[in-house]
């Protein structure tokens, strides 16, 4: 009789433990702010970018990752990692650029994302990184028409990868 009840209960116990909330990624969108001396940047949503082929950068570029807690506990530690990269095309021509390998890669730490809530996360583009990089291609003649950005929340033991990834590409204007 004690064996019966000890399965019962742990078959009660099994689907607690198969709907484990998890934090999820719901969405990521590009953002620009124009670059001026001594003031906040103010972000707008932006779907293309008009970015003829330059030396210098002018504005400032982030991406705003939604993350969402279905669970019923706040969940802490949570690590972002992500990559950005470029389709290039020579300065000049028409057509569709290739996708190069990510020019950067870095991380960011989110400390906690309460219960049942949703948290936007600013993932900014370092600009150093990204004026160097822009720099180099420009002087061999090229100049990117897409940029993208992959977004991955690191998995813990037990989690899936579903909704845990995101690609966001940002199409890029040389003129008007």
Avoid at 79 to 92: D, T
Avoid at 137 to 155: I, K, N, S, T, Y
Wanted: hydrophobic fraction near 45%; aromatic fraction near 8%; include cysteine.
């Amino acid at each position: 009789m004690r064996a019966i009840a000890g399965v019962l209960l742990l078959w009660a116990g099994l689907p607690c433990a198969g709907a484990r909330a998890e934090v999820l990624l719901d969405g990521a969108g590009w953002q620009l702010a124009p670059q001026a001396q001594n003031q906040k940047p103010v972000y707008h949503d932006i779907e293309q970018w008009l970015f003829p082929p330059s030396p210098q950068v002018k504005t400032r570029p982030r991406i705003l990752v939604k993350l969402v807690n279905r669970g019923e506990q706040a969940k802490t530690a949570i690590l972002l990692r992500y990559a950005f990269s470029a389709r290039l095309r020579k300065i000049g021509q028409d057509g569709v650029g290739v996708w190069t390998t990510p020019f950067l890669l870095e991380e960011k730490r989110v400390p906690q994302i309460n219960a049942r809530a949703s948290r936007d996360i600013p993932v900014y583009v370092n600009r150093v990184a990204l004026n160097a990089y822009l720099g180099r291609m420009h002087r061999a003649g090229f100049w990117p028409d897409a940029f993208r950005v992959q977004v991955m929340l690191e998995p813990r033991s037990g989690e899936t990868l579903e909704n845990r990834v995101l690609d966001v590409t940002l199409p890029i204007l040389w003129s008007t």
